[in-house]
């Protein structure tokens, strides 16, 4: 009777722990596929975050701004201003980033998406040869060129260029835009059309 009981046992556990593996496992097959994107030249790893912290910094940052505009370079000149270090591990987060005071592209940009996201601004990066940069959608602005994805127009932020200003130029040619990522949801922009002027 105890070896029929232990046996049962025995299955039950087994069971269990089969069972824990596979939640495992796809909590894993999750997070692989919220935070990392194969492009033509490797796999970027995605760090944006919501977060009640990077709120508020986006509030104090923008507070008595008139306009988007004006809250948009508040933020992008808060996160050109940490100094610019190339990272050799993997990308920081954005805390990470505001913790340690420095960052390359990857966080840089991260933190600055993180931060648009908090003022529900639509925004996505933009992976080109050995760079990142981030572009985001708002009202036309005159003398200034706009990447329009989709004929929708949306101006290039360099997160790595001190006291940049919204609308940077683009240093790239159209075709060496590799991917546009939709950040929050960690999925390929497909495009359909693509201009800059």
Not at 52 to 59: I, N, R, W
């Amino acid at each position: 009777m105890s070896s029929k009981l232990s046996h049962t046992l025995s299955k039950v556990v087994l069971g269990c722990l089969a069972l824990y593996f596979v939640y495992l496992l796809s909590n894993v097959l999750s997070i692989v596929d919220r935070r990392y994107i194969g492009t033509p030249n490797g796999t970027y790893i995605n760090s944006t975050i919501e977060d009640e912290e990077l709120y508020k910094l986006a509030e104090i940052l923008s507070k008595n701004c008139p306009d988007i505009h004006c809250k948009v370079q508040r933020i992008l000149d808060y996160v050109t201003n940490i100094p610019y270090k190339i990272n050799h591990y993997s990308a920081h987060s954005p805390k990470e980033t505001l913790t340690k005071n420095f960052g390359d592209c990857d966080d840089k940009s991260n933190l600055l998406i993180s931060l648009l996201h908090e003022l529900k601004l639509k925004s996505y990066f933009v992976l080109v040869p050995e760079h990142i940069f981030v572009v985001v959608s708002l009202p036309k602005i005159p003398n200034k060129k706009a990447l329009y994805i989709n004929g929708e127009p949306y101006y290039i932020l360099e997160s790595t260029a001190k006291d940049s200003s919204i609308g940077f130029p683009l240093r790239y040619s159209l075709d060496e835009i590799e991917e546009i990522i939709e950040p929050f949801k960690n999925q390929k922009v497909k495009i359909e059309s693509l201009a800059y002027k």
